[in-house]
């Protein structure tokens, strides 16, 4: 094995070192006391929720690998950890809004959402300084969209907070189509029902927690734990039901149930705090399914090979496609109700609200996919030692592993 392949030792250390201290720098400047800023009593339950989720949640839901176990819940923590400190300093200096560092800290672990969804598109393919490189840089460029979205089109903060779904994962998908393919006899990629049920397990972790996360910055946060938890339940029973209609036997697939149920939390995330009616929540919640399990067939069959997109655990059709969904129900919702509440008269105050929504979406997918390709290739350089491709989807390369769990 080239020179460049062996060790981690001089570069990953050196760069946490260099990471935190800056960090311990700026903080020391930056931040103002804790006891001078501190929300209101009620935000620990909701912030404690959002970051289960997002930690042990999503940490077991990317376990699909069957010898990438360690590193898909190890390097979920350590990006999380160093992610949050490098999100509450990009919020002070884009948006200057440490006014409340409680409130800076809940959109951290919110934005690290992303970074996590984008994380999954290339698991098993980056080594940790790739994947620490692209947790910050991401970062950058989603406070950047957010900021674009903000200033110029004037989109709430929590809803331009709440494209993360949509931006992590073309992110993501653009910084795996970089990567070189995997060879065509490695079967390291490929899942156990042991991985299987843990990942399972981290599914419905992320599926409990789901209501704070829609909720932690929205005004009306009982309409909004309410509306995302029947497009959650419609969305799990609906992905049941398709699971068994579309297999050939009849039997449940596990990649369905891992990916369909979260459907619904991503669709209505944009709209769950106006939604007036549950049973348009609901209808989101099963449109969100139908998406994601149809997706995943013609997304992996046909779309996938002749794009050569290379998503290791299926963020396009679990988070994307129901981003995209929810986006365009966020537009049609706002015609439906502004074009009632004026009588269709002010055509023109109605168009400029269209031009608005659109424009954020379109203008952060089109971020995320630009940026996403431009870090791909940064992560591609020699400087960063690139992980040959015969050592995709394996901890031994960078965990202490017995020889026993590598047999199982």
């Known amino acids: 094995m080239p020179p460049r392949y062996l060790s981690f030792r001089c570069s990953v ?52 690998l069957r010898r990438y176990g360690f590193s898909s819940t190890g390097f979920n923590f350590l990006l999380i950890v160093l992610g949050v400190q490098c999100s509450v300093l990009v919020e002070d200096c884009l948006f200057f809004s440490l006014s409340f560092l409680s409130c800076s800290l809940a959109k951290a672990v919110v934005s690290m959402t992303a970074v996590v969804i984008s994380t999954g598109a290339v698991l098993g393919k980056a080594n940790p300084v790739q994947l620490i490189v692209m947790t910050l840089v991401e970062l950058i460029f989603f406070y950047v969209s957010r900021c674009i979205n903000r200033t110029f089109l004037q989109v709430p903060e929590h809803l331009a907070l709440m494209h993360v779904h949509l ?6 998908l653009a910084v795996s189509s970089c990567f070189p393919e995997p060879p065509p006899g490695l079967d390291k990629n490929r899942s156990t029902p042991k991985s299987e049920l843990f990942s399972l397990l981290g599914t419905v ?9 829609n ?26 039901m398709l699971s068994a209609l579309t297999s050939k036997d009849g039997k449940f697939r596990m990649a369905h149930i891992h990916s369909a149920v979260l459907a619904g939390g991503v669709t209505v995330s944009y709209t769950a705090p106006s939604i007036q009616h549950p049973w348009i929540a609901m209808i989101l919640g099963l449109l969100g399914t139908v998406i994601t399990i149809l997706g995943s067939h013609c997304l992996q069959r046909c779309f996938n090979p002749a794009l050569k997109l290379q998503d290791t655990s299926g963020v396009h059709f679990t988070f994307g496609l129901p981003a995209v969904l929810g986006a365009v129900a966020a537009v049609v919702l706002c015609v439906v109700e ?12 109605l168009g400029y609200l269209i031009f608005v929504d659109v424009g954020a979406f379109c203008q952060t997918i089109c971020t995320a996919l630009v940026t996403g390709l431009i870090t791909g290739l940064i992560l591609n350089i020699k400087l960063l030692k690139a992980v040959h491709v015969s050592k995709y989807f394996d901890d031994q390369f960078y965990w202490e592993v017995s020889f026993k769990m590598i047999s199982d």
């Open 13 to 64: 250390p050196w760069l946490l070192l260099l990471l935190q201290t800056l960090f311990l720098i700026r903080s020391f400047f930056g931040f103002p006391a804790v006891g001078d800023v501190y929300s209101p009593s009620n935000f620990y339950p909701e912030f404690q929720d959002v970051n289960h989720m997002v930690i042990f949640g999503f940490g077991f839901f990317l376990l699909v």
């Open 167 to 172: 931006f992590g994962a073309y992110f993501g």
């Open 205 to 213: 972790f992320v599926w409990v927690f789901w209501p704070s996360f």
């Open 215 to 240: 909720s932690i910055l929205a005004d009306s946060k009982k309409k909004a734990v309410l509306n995302t938890y029947l497009a959650l339940a419609v969305s799990a029973v609906a992905a049941f």
């Open 338 to 349: 502004k074009g009632i509440a004026k009588q269709w008269n002010d055509l023109s105050s």
